[in-house]
């Protein structure tokens, strides 16, 4: 969707709708309601915290948060160890996870650096999302063609150790800290897996990971397969350009995998039902604390109306891969195929601060076109395909395959 891109932007706010899990090369996890921007070198602790004092217009008292500062400073046995930059960023933090809300994080300037590489496309690591469910760190998803794909590891997989070292008793940063490192090193994971009796152990080479947002592939029977691997700044020229290929062709079918797709630009997503729905088509609600319910309209660039359709998913299907699946399902566009969804429903908006700290802010939460809501519960396909472990073990993809034959039936 190459030249029309409507991703609502300023120089330090971008609208997402960010699966918000959290991947140790794409993002962090924290929360928070407010941020002081400040600079280190221009303000003493107490000027920084004393602007903290005059937003606070609910009554906390800041006198006991000064006097644990003022405490470390004075009597802390290891003057070396008191960092004023770091105990800001911790104090930010720790306000940030106080909301309870992991998609909701403040990241300091070397973790937003991160993130915004892997919206790019651009990471480092094994190429695995994570989350954290009952303090117990998840794999949500292997992203394609990843050292963590190619090594095994699954949706579903519970890290139970870091080379060696429990991750329960980490917190989620130091996780992905332990996880990340040198390329061409190696990490071994300790895992838990369903349905697998006893933990086992995983060794994986660090990696730089590019990361295509739309895969191509020409299938028999006239069938056009378009993975969409993230919903980033590329997805849209990428989505048009094999769009206008595949138009040549004449295809008779058309399939749309976002499997493992954890989400990425609300926006974006809009521009891709864009091309397969009808203009000024109702394609996502917004719903925002304050504000009149924001209905996004498909933006009058159709080009695929017609084409049977096809859209794969899986419980890593999250966030934009959900808004463009619910919105195909709502329309009767075309058939969604596969397994539940992950189910986030929320919208995530990211403020940059002038030290290169930003906060990625839970805003609003967002509705499909019938106002249906798919927050932790996922939405459900039209046809349900499960992949069996055999079909992992024969790396055969039965969803591929049973879409293929859905569309070849037609």
Request: a negative charge.
């Amino acid at each position: 969707m190459a030249p029309y891109v409507y991703k609502k932007s300023t120089s330090s706010v971008f609208y997402y709708a960010l699966v918000g899990l959290v991947s140790f090369i794409l993002g962090w996890q924290a929360t928070v309601s407010g941020v002081i921007d400040y600079k280190d070198d221009e303000l003493a602790s107490k000027t920084k915290m004393a602007n903290l004092d005059k937003e606070i217009s609910f009554g906390v008292d800041m006198d006991l948060f000064w006097n644990v500062w003022k405490d470390l400073e004075d009597k802390y046995v290891d003057l070396e160890a008191i960092e004023e930059n770091t105990m800001v960023y911790g104090s930010i933090k720790g306000l940030v996870e106080s909301l309870d809300d992991h998609y909701t994080v403040f990241m300091t300037p070397d973790e937003s650096t991160e993130f915004t590489a892997g919206l790019d496309g651009t990471l480092k690591g094994i190429g695995a999302e994570l989350t954290v469910e009952d303090k117990n760190l998840v794999i949500v998803s292997p992203l394609r063609g990843s050292p963590a794909e190619k090594a095994g590891l699954l949706p579903r997989d519970v890290i139970l150790a870091i080379n060696g070292e429990l991750a329960s008793d980490m917190t989620l940063v130091d996780a992905i800290s332990k996880i990340r490192g040198e390329i061409g090193t190696s990490v071994t994971l300790t895992i838990v897996r369903k349905n697998v009796k006893n933990s086992f152990d995983v060794s994986i080479i660090r990696e730089n990971i590019e990361i295509e947002s739309v895969t191509v592939e020409k299938l028999d029977g006239d069938i056009v397969y378009l993975g969409v691997n993230r919903f980033n700044d590329k997805t849209n020229e990428e989505f048009s350009n094999a769009i206008s290929e595949m138009l040549l062709d004449e295809p008779k079918g058309l399939i749309v995998d976002l499997r493992f797709n954890g989400g990425g630009y609300l926006d974006i997503a809009v521009e891709l039902l864009s091309y397969l729905l009808p203009s000024n088509t109702p394609s996502v609600v917004i719903k925002e604390r304050g504000k009149k319910d924001d209905t996004k309209l498909t933006n009058g660039k159709p080009k695929l109306l017609n084409t049977p359709l096809v859209v794969i998913v899986n419980d890593s299907s999250a966030s934009a891969s959900e808004i463009v699946a619910g919105a195909i399902q709502d329309h009767k566009r075309g058939v969604i195929l596969g397994t539940k969804t992950f189910g986030k429903g929320s919208v995530q908006e990211v403020e940059k601060f002038s030290d290169g700290s930003s906060l990625r802010l839970t805003i609003a939460k967002w509705f499909t076109p019938n106002g249906r809501s798919i927050n932790k519960t996922g939405l459900m396909p039209d046809i349900i395909v499960e992949i069996t472990e055999e079909d992992i073990d024969n790396k055969y993809d039965r969803q591929k395959e049973e879409a293929v034959k859905y569309l070849k039936n037609l």
